[in-house]
Structure formats: structure tokens, C-alpha cells
């Protein structure tokens, strides 16, 4: 074997050999390098190949949710549109005005002439009260009474009431 010594500053390396040193040489493998085998290309692209169609796959299914989202969305809006429809519909049929409309056309109901009410007068000849009829008035201001027939048929039955001329009973 050979080595190499340095020498004092500035001197040049010197080359000495030693005597009793045995060289053995070593049987030194040398490995070949393997190369990889076809099939794990194959593998490698049809993974990758999976893995795309894997993905399409997803998003495909994403936007189609996304759009039956939307849809429901849109059915939403129209049935609460048509709710609001029809709250309406209840609400104008509710209404007193038609009720009343109906009942007085197609019930052939009468509406009601008013309130009539009897007033009594103390009177200080015989101790008889006499009744004195007074008549409520609707909106327009007009009377409620009735004919003047009816008017007089009360304040007669009411004065024999109070003369005691009808039978009780």
C-alpha cells in the first residue's frame, strides 16, 4: 500500500511504501441494477386513470345536487307564492261584505230594519204610564220604525198592558 506523508511547510507530499503490510484485494459484487418491470407502469397509469374518472364522477354528482338544490329552491318560492295566493282568496272570503251579500241574494235573507225601543212617560192623571215609542236610525239617518200601523199597534197593545185591559195569561 502506499501512502502519502506531508512534509515540512512548503515541501512537497513524499510517497513512501511500508514494508509489512499484506495488500489483499477484495473480490468487490457488483450489484445490477434493476429495472422496473413493465406491469408497474401498467399499474401506475391505471391507478391514475381511476382516480380521474373518480373525480369526474364527484363533481358530476356535486353539480347535479347543485342543481336539484336550486329546483327545490324554485318550488319553494312558487308554493309560498301560491300560499300567500291563497291566504288571500280566504281572507276575501271571509269578508263580512260578501257575507252579507250572499246571505241577502242567493239566502233571500232579510237584513235587520234596526232596534226598536219603547220609552214609558209617567202620567200623573190616572197613575197609567203611557209609552211613548222612540226608534233607533240606521247609517244613512233614515227612521227604523216601520210603518205607522206598526207603530200604532205597539203603543195600543202596550197601554192596555198598562190599563190592565188584556188578560194575562
Do not use: C
Amino acid at each position: 500500500m502506499v501512502l502519502a506523508t506531508k512534509r515540512a511547510v512548503g515541501s512537497e507530499y513524499g510517497y513512501s511504501i511500508q514494508q509489512n503490510t499484506v495488500v489483499r484485494e477484495q473480490k468487490v459484487k457488483v450489484r445490477a441494477k434493476k429495472r422496473p418491470s413493465p406491469m408497474a407502469g401498467i399499474v401506475i397509469i391505471s391507478l391514475l386513470f381511476v382516480i380521474g374518472i373518480s373525480y369526474t364522477f364527484l363533481q358530476a354528482a356535486k353539480a347535479h345536487l347543485t342543481w336539484q338544490v336550486s329546483q327545490s329552491k324554485q318550488a319553494i318560492a312558487s308554493m309560498q307564492m301560491d300560499n300567500e295566493k291563497i291566504k288571500l282568496q280566504v281572507a276575501k272570503l271571509k269578508s263580512l261584505d260578501r257575507i252579507e251579500m250572499l246571505a241577502t241574494s242567493k239566502l233571500q235573507m232579510v237584513k235587520n230594519p234596526g232596534i226598536e225601543y219603547l220609552a214609558y212617560q209617567a202620567s200623573t192623571a190616572n197613575n197609567v204610564e203611557i209609552p211613548v215609542l222612540s226608534t233607533n236610525t240606521d247609517k244613512q239617518g233614515s227612521a227604523l220604525a216601520g210603518d205607522v200601523q206598526k207603530s200604532n199597534l205597539i203603543q195600543t197593545i202596550v197601554t192596555a198592558i198598562g190599563k190592565g185591559t188584556l188578560d194575562k195569561g
